[in-house]
């Protein structure tokens, strides 16, 4: 039997091994290292891309496929002036910045420890009188690098789906309540960017936009925080590391009569994986305002116009991705020997299943790989036959492989493989004319 040893959120070491981790075994690298690197930007390797596309997949899944009321879109990222003024970005979407005189540091003063001691040079009341930073990118579109030509890359992927209200409305069968999904890129240039891939000026959202009769705006509200928190516990994250946090009123935009946020306990303590906020009709009526368009529902059986309230369920990819790896990190005693595994939730796993020869002799590499190609049609496998078959099997504990398959001599007379079972580390004997189905069923 395995020891398990328990490596939770009290772990000091935990940050550093995930962050060795994704580096060694190929989820994450730091972007432009042979060029020293440029600060904040990662890229996702070979494991990471699969990771960070299984969690996407599972919230399209779930907040599109299985529902017959959203529908997707995927806007442009670029946009002009018009659209960031009329949601306000362009006046307000700032935060604090302060200045150390001491070492010219710069910080976000909201997130200061002591907004009187400097965290780089440890000097006191050096710091200058906060100023507004805006957060957005702002880039030039087109030849002539003029005013007319100034454009922003999006800070958040919802004012696309807002500004593509009437579009999807005049397009489509969908009728209130309804909801439009959209799962891509967006630019905030972080005073302070950190924690690894949590806090990036690059990063990936998952947003949905849920418009509504105004009268059942708290109904909605309600109903999608506990959807939304249902969804991490379902795909493996333990109930003790994530709570639903409601915002105090001195915490909510001027525009939401409610916001909750879904909140991960990573080594530094609880932060946000997603925001649900009731955003009332402030984004449809702004648009509407500034760009002459009626943005509103016309109900012919009632014969009444009314603009719906929004309900915003915001997730953020890449830390929710961090926030599954973290949570499936665990550390086994095996026989002596310490085992790292990370137990994933199959759906989310980047590989389902590796076949492993046990020698590289032609004979067992051949059928091997056959049987390699014939499960890939299926769901992604690897397929390894370098070193000792426990290195192999530990390489695959470590990246979260669920099932190993391992194909040796007696395989060439019974037809059959052995099955390891990455939890347990269990193993079963499975014909090899049968082992799609056995693992399709053992993967749900």
Not at 124 to 148: I, K
Not at 390 to 415: A, H, K, N
Request: charged share 30%.
């Amino acid at each position: 039997m395995a020891e398990v040893t328990d490596v939770g959120h009290s772990d000091p070491e935990l940050f550093d091994k995930i962050v060795n981790l994704t580096k060694r075994r190929g989820f994450v690298y730091p972007s432009a290292e042979i060029y020293g690197g440029f600060r904040s930007t990662y890229d996702y390797g070979p494991l990471g891309v699969l990771l960070l596309r299984n969690v996407k997949e599972a919230w399209w899944r779930s907040m599109v496929q299985y529902r017959g009321d959203v529908v997707g879109l995927d806007a442009s990222i670029l946009s002009p002036p018009a659209v960031w003024e009329a949601s306000g970005h362009l006046a307000s979407f700032t935060d604090p910045l302060v200045d150390c005189t001491q070492c010219k540091n710069r910080f976000r003063l909201d997130k200061l420890e002591d907004p009187e001691v400097c965290p780089s040079c440890g000097a006191r009341g050096s710091f200058t009188e906060p100023r507004q930073f805006n957060l957005m990118f702002e880039t030039q579109a087109g030849p002539v690098a003029d005013a007319t030509a100034t454009a922003y890359l999006r800070p958040e992927t919802a004012q696309g789906m807002f500004i593509n209200f009437k579009n999807v409305v005049d397009t489509t069968r969908v009728r209130p309540p309804f909801g439009i999904a959209q799962i891509g890129k967006s630019f905030r240039n972080e005073i302070t960017p950190g924690q690894f891939v949590f806090r990036t000026r690059e990063f990936e959202q998952m947003e949905m936009e849920y418009f509504c009769h105004p009268d059942e705006a708290a109904k909605y509200y309600e109903y999608w925080c506990d959807e939304r928190f249902s969804w991490y516990l379902e795909l493996g994250i333990p109930e003790e590391r994530l709570r639903l946090r409601a915002h105090d009123a001195d915490e909510l935009s001027h525009y939401s009569s409610g916001t909750s946020d879904v909140e991960f306990l990573f080594p530094w303590g609880w932060d946000e994986l997603e925001g649900i906020a009731n955003r009332g009709d402030y984004d449809l009526r702004q648009h509407a305002e500034h760009s002459g368009e009626r943005l509103e529902w016309y109900d012919q059986a009632a014969n009444e116009r009314w603009v719906p309230h929004v309900i915003e369920p915001a997730a953020g990819a890449t830390r929710t991705a961090m926030a599954f790896l973290m949570a499936a990190y665990a550390e086994e005693e095996v026989r002596g020997d310490k085992r790292v595994v990370l137990r994933f939730d199959p759906r989310i796993a980047p590989y389902k299943a590796a076949v492993l020869p046990l020698s590289k002799k032609p004979e067992l590499t051949g059928p091997a790989s056959e049987l390699a190609a014939e499960l890939r049609r299926e769901f992604m496998c690897d397929y390894d036959e370098t070193q000792a078959i426990g290195r192999r099997y530990r390489r695959q504990d470590e990246i979260g492989t669920p099932y190993c398959v391992t194909y040796d001599f007696d395989s060439l007379e019974d037809g059959a493989v052995t099955v390891r079972d990455r939890d347990s580390m269990e193993q079963e004997r499975v014909a090899v004319s049968e082992v799609a189905a056995y693992l399709a069923e053992k993967l749900g």
